[in-house]
């Protein structure tokens, strides 16, 4: 719109699309100060952002050391046990392993009754022996 056209002034070609390029351009600048602001408190976020993520990636590094150290101090002992683990595996895959739990339930079953007879049995013996000890003897009673 051209702002000489209500005084009854001729229309400057182009004056309108100049004015408000110029209304324009005096917004964004008014709006200046607040972008500053923002973009100055998005750098500010973004260096703290960078500075956890520097600590964070130096902690890692720390740790990362750490573990390297761990793992070479570790990697000739395990790598000892390898033949004694690789017999013990093949000692395990024998199907043979597979019967000893039943072996030694039956061994269980077989034995245990049969020790709890001995154990009555060396009771018996036990308390029979003491009742000959309290007894005298008749050629202890000649000595006297």
């Not at 500010?44 to 070479?72: C, D, F, K, M």
């Amino acid at each position: 719109m051209d702002a000489f056209r209500g005084l009854g002034m001729p229309g400057i070609p182009g004056l309108g699309d100049l004015l408000s390029l110029l209304q324009k351009q005096t917004e964004a600048l008014a709006q200046l100060p607040r972008t500053l602001t923002d973009l100055n408190r998005t750098i500010g976020e973004l260096t703290e952002a960078t500075t956890l993520a520097r600590e964070t990636i130096e902690s890692a590094q720390r740790i990362t050391e750490r573990l390297e150290g761990l793992v070479e101090e570790m990697q000739q002992p395990v790598r000892a046990l390898k033949p004694g683990l690789e017999r013990v595996g093949r000692v395990l895959d024998d199907p043979a392993v597979d019967t000893v739990p039943d072996t030694l339930r039956r061994i269980h079953d077989d034995l245990m009754p049969l020790i709890a007879g001995l154990r009555q049995a060396q009771a018996r013996v036990g308390s029979v022996t003491g009742v000959l000890r309290r007894r005298p003897r008749p050629d202890d009673a000649h000595d006297l």
